[in-house]
């Protein structure tokens, strides 16, 4: 049997995972994220049209891509959203058609969770760091807290489900709330995942000490929830665990709760992702400070191996970890709006 090109990287890594950012744009400004003003966006030119990031996804899927997350900035800000998704939802490659999923604020679902869902999308994200609407403005500088919820509720109903909430807590900001956050997702059968704060913020004032640590957040939930770690994370980003209330170890689980430990336990060594911003520039890592243009080649007529071997240089550049923790480390040049979280 003719083996199948596999896209490993120099540490042995297999990478199955490809984001794709579809825009810079957001109609949110979290604090951790965005500036309020000032935002440099990406030339609105070098943005990848709908047919010119099908053919790049087309590439990625047949050279092994099996997973695709479609993210920002906002991905439903694109006006093509339900194309985008069922046009990748029907490429094919050596692992069959790939998993598309989305994460998303959850603004504008309650109009497209169904069309989403129709078009092919498996599953979604929705980012949610507050259930007050007061802190919600305070915490991404828009009064949308409402249309967040009405998302969430659509993307429910429309069956895009198992759904995640991502939370990033801040200490002194919303930590108050990492119980509350958690409730309610299990209240909706949705799994919350607390991500650690990393750094890249525009603003560059990301703070290993303002950071609230996984460790943290276990701690916090530990006054209302036990929580019991389950086997078998392979190459995802959260540690999963079940969660029963505290002091009823023989109960039936409420359900479960990812932590996102990028900084305190960073899990690199499974890392199987690969990142194309919305201008077209392939990564292989958030933290990367060098990116491979697939957009140029691609608008000059390359074929489908020489884009394939473009993406297996970027590979071969991938380093073994992120490198947070070194002391000679570099937030890259890119804000995470821009690189696609
Ligand atoms: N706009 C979409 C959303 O709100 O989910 C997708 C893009 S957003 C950049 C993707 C995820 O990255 C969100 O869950 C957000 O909370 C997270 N995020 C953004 N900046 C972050 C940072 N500095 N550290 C950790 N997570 C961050």
Redesign the pocket.
């Known amino acids: 049997m003719r083996r199948l090109p596999l896209l490993v990287d120099p540490h042995g890594r297999e990478h199955r995972d490809l984001r794709i ?1 579809l825009t810079d744009h ?1 109609n ?1 400004r ?1 604090t ?2 965005m500036p309020e003003q000032g935002v440099p966006w990406l030339p609105k030119a070098t943005l990848l049209a709908l047919p010119e990031l099908l053919a790049i996804a087309e590439v990625a899927v047949g050279a092994g891509i099996s997973e695709i997350r479609l ?6 800000l694109r006006r093509d959203i339900v194309e985008i998704v069922a046009g990748l939802a029907a490429l094919s490659g050596p692992a069959g058609r790939p998993e598309v999923s ?5 603004i504008g679902l309650a109009k497209l969770a169904g069309a989403l869902a129709e078009a092919g999308l498996a599953r979604i ?3 949610l ?1 507050t259930l007050r609407p007061d802190r919600f403005v305070q915490l991404a500088r828009r009064d949308r807290l409402a249309d967040t919820l009405a998302g969430i509720e659509a993307s429910l109903a429309a069956g895009l489900g198992p759904l995640k909430l ?3 807590l801040m200490r002194g900001i919303n930590t108050d709330e990492a119980v509350d956050l958690l409730r309610h997702a299990l209240g909706i059968g949705a799994e919350l995942r607390f ?7 525009a603003g560059h004032t ?1 703070t290993r000490e303002g950071m609230v640590t996984a460790d943290e957040t276990q701690s916090l939930l530990a006054s209302a929830f036990d929580l019991r770690a389950l086997p078998g994370r392979g190459a995802a980003p959260a540690e999963r665990f079940e969660v029963r209330p505290v002091g009823s170890p023989d109960a039936e689980p409420l359900g479960t709760v990812g932590i ?1 430990a ?1 900084v305190t336990r960073p899990f690199c060594g499974n890392c199987d992702r690969l990142r194309l911003t919305a201008d077209g520039q392939l990564r292989n890592c958030l933290f990367a400070t060098g990116e491979t243009d697939l957009r140029t080649p691609l608008r000059s007529g390359a074929s489908a191996e020489e884009l394939t071997a473009l993406i297996h240089e970027n590979l071969a550049a991938k380093l073994p970890g992120h490198g947070i923790n070194d002391p000679d480390f570099l937030q890259p040049r890119r ?3 821009a ?3």
Request: aromatic fraction near 4%.
């Open positions: 950012s957001c949110l979290c951790y994220c993210t920002g900035g906002e991905p439903l989305m994460t998303t604020n959850g994200n929705v980012s760091d991502n939370t990033v991500i650690e704060q990393m750094p890249l913020d990301w996102i990028s804000p995470m709006s690189i696609g979280g």
